[in-house]
C-alpha cells in the first residue's frame, strides 16, 4: 500500500473564483493555483502573485493562501525562495538530480548488471490516498503497474506506480514492458519536477514475494512524485529488502 497524505485536496475546478467569489479553505485555493498552471495562465518559471496579492483577489487569509503555497511547494510544483517570491517550478530534466534519477542509474552505479521485469499492469480509478497526493480526482483512471528491478540477477527493489494518462505522460504498452516509466519520461518531457520521500515502512504480501522476503519485515521505500506544467506524470514506490542501504550523489 501507498501511504496517503494527512488531507486530501478538492478535485480540480471544484471552486473557481468569479468576480469576488470567496475561497475560504486551503484546499480551494490550492486548486484555484493548479487551475491556472494547468490552463497556461502560469507558466514554468513565471513568478506568481505574492499571498498577499492573492489572499485579497481570492477573498481569503494571508494564512490560508500560505498553507496552500506550502504544500505545493513541498511536491515540487512550486518554488520559494525568501525575498524573491514563488514561481512555478521550472526544472529541467538534467537538473532534476534524484527526483528523475532512473532505477537503472542507481543499479549500475554499484556494478552491477541491472534488469527490469513487468509483473503487472491495469488500470484502475484512483485510490483515495493516490488521488490526494497526485491532486486528481478519484474518478481519474490511472495505469497502476508492478515492476521488479534485479542486480545480477537477485531482486534489488520492487516498483509500485500509478501513471497519469494526460498527453505529457502518455506511455504505450510496449514502452512499460521493456523499461521503468521514468526512463521513459526523460526522453520525451523537457522539464520535470518532483518530491522525494525516504521512509521505513513494513513489507507488504505483494512486495515480499517478489523480494522474496517475510512480510511485515521493516524495509527502506522511496516515495516520488513527479509533475509536468502543474500535473502529475507519475507517483511510484520503491521498495528495497531488508537490511538495503541506498546512496546518491550529485
Known amino acids: 500500500m501507498l501511504l496517503a497524505k494527512g488531507e486530501s485536496s478538492l478535485a480540480e475546478g471544484t471552486l473557481r473564483p468569479a468576480g469576488r467569489q470567496v475561497l ?15 490552463t497556461g ?12 496579492q492573492l489572499a485579497a483577489e481570492l477573498g481569503c487569509a ?11 511547494a ?46 503487472g499492469q491495469i488500470t484502475v480509478s484512483a485510490p483515495e490516498d493516490i488521488a490526494s497526493i497526485m491532486h486528481v ?5 490511472l495505469i497502476r503497474y508492478r515492476a521488479v528491478i534485479t542486480a545480477d540477477d537477485a531482486p534489488y527493489c520492487v516498483e509500485v506506480g500509478y501513471l497519469a494518462q494526460h498527453d505529457a505522460a502518455q506511455l504505450t504498452d ?16 523537457d522539464q520535470i519536477s518532483g518530491r522525494l520521500e525516504i521512509l521505513a515502512t513494513r513489507l507488504t504480501g505483494e512486495c515480499a514475494a517478489e523480494l522474496g522476503a517475510e512480510k511485515g519485515q521493516p524495509v527502506l521505500t522511496l516515495d516520488r512524485t513527479l509533475w509536468c506544467d502543474g500535473r502529475a506524470l507519475s507517483h511510484s514506490r520503491r521498495v528495497y529488502p531488508p537490511g538495503h542501504r541506498v546512496s546518491f550523489a550529485r
Open 24 to 38: 475560504n479553505t486551503w484546499q480551494a485555493v490550492q486548486s484555484e493555483i493548479l487551475r491556472r498552471i494547468r
Open 41 to 52: 495562465e502560469w507558466v514554468a518559471g513565471q513568478l506568481i502573485p505574492t499571498e498577499h
Open 62 to 72: 494571508r494564512a490560508t493562501v500560505n498553507r496552500a503555497m506550502s504544500q505545493l
Open 74 to 119: 513541498q511536491d515540487g510544483i512550486l518554488q520559494r525562495r525568501r525575498r524573491v517570491g514563488t514561481r512555478v517550478s521550472d526544472t529541467r530534466v538534467p537538473e532534476a538530480g534524484v527526483e528523475a534519477m532512473p532505477i537503472r542509474t542507481e543499479v549500475e552505479a554499484t556494478g552491477a548488471a541491472y534488469a527490469y521485469h513487468l509483473a
Open 137 to 141: 480526482p478519484q474518478a481519474e483512471r
Open 174 to 189: 510496449e514502452m512499460l514492458q521493456s523499461a521503468e516509466p521514468l526512463e521513459w519520461m526523460r526522453q520525451s518531457i
